[in-house]
């Protein structure tokens, strides 16, 4: 019997679901939106096996608190992603951010500015902070992404370094959970 360790958590107008391998097809297709996939996957299409690996890699970190979830908002199924990770050790930011996670959010282009993105990342950092004690937060934002730069700003997080990424330069942006209002 599957565990479930990453809860469904609720929000206004919907709900976050731990992504599952049923997913599969339906993750695929929200990747391969032209507005998703310019930022999220580096503007590369991705394959059934990439997304596959990609579910069992958020599976397996559940047990760690991370892992990601699907944006189900009550008008529309999968109307986006959420993901925590661990940092990428071997990106320039990493000896400043060994102890904090990083957060990926993505919804379809229906939903870009009608704050789906900011209520579902407050629950999810909510649930990093109050049932994982995350203490820190990070997220990397490719430099043309300006809805991206709003929804972090606005949300608290404070502008970082500059690092060069595989397209765009990346931006990085910190919270500290501790003191966040989400």
């Known amino acids: 019997m599957d565990v479930e360790v990453n809860d469904v958590l609720s929000f206004t107008d919907g709900r976050l679901r731990p992504a599952r391998r049923e997913d599969t097809t339906a993750l695929r297709a929200f990747l391969h939106q032209p507005d998703v996939r310019r930022f999220l996957c580096d503007d590369e299409k991705v394959s059934t096996e990439f997304v596959e690996d ?3 890699q958020s599976r397996d970190g559940e047990q760690r608190g991370l892992g ?3 944006v189900d908002h009550d008008k529309q199924a999968f109307a986006g992603l959420i993901g925590l990770q661990g940092l990428d050790q071997s990106s320039e930011k990493a000896p400043q951010a060994a102890d904090a996670i990083e957060v990926i959010v993505a919804v379809g282009p229906r939903w870009t500015g009608r704050g789906l993105a900011s209520t579902a990342l407050k629950a999810v950092l909510r649930h ?20 991206s730069h709003r929804l972090f700003e606005r949300l608290g997080f404070t502008r970082g370094d500059t690092v060069a990424g595989p397209i765009y330069p990346l931006v ?11």
Not at 128 to 147: C, Q, S
Not at 172 to 182: N, R
């Open 54 to 56: 990609l579910l069992t």
């Open 68 to 70: 990601l979830w699907v």
């Open 128 to 147: 990093a902070r109050n049932r994982w004690g995350f203490a820190r937060v990070l997220a990397r934002v490719d430099e043309p992404n300006e809805a």
């Open 172 to 182: 990085t942006y910190e919270l500290s959970l501790e003191t966040a209002d989400v």
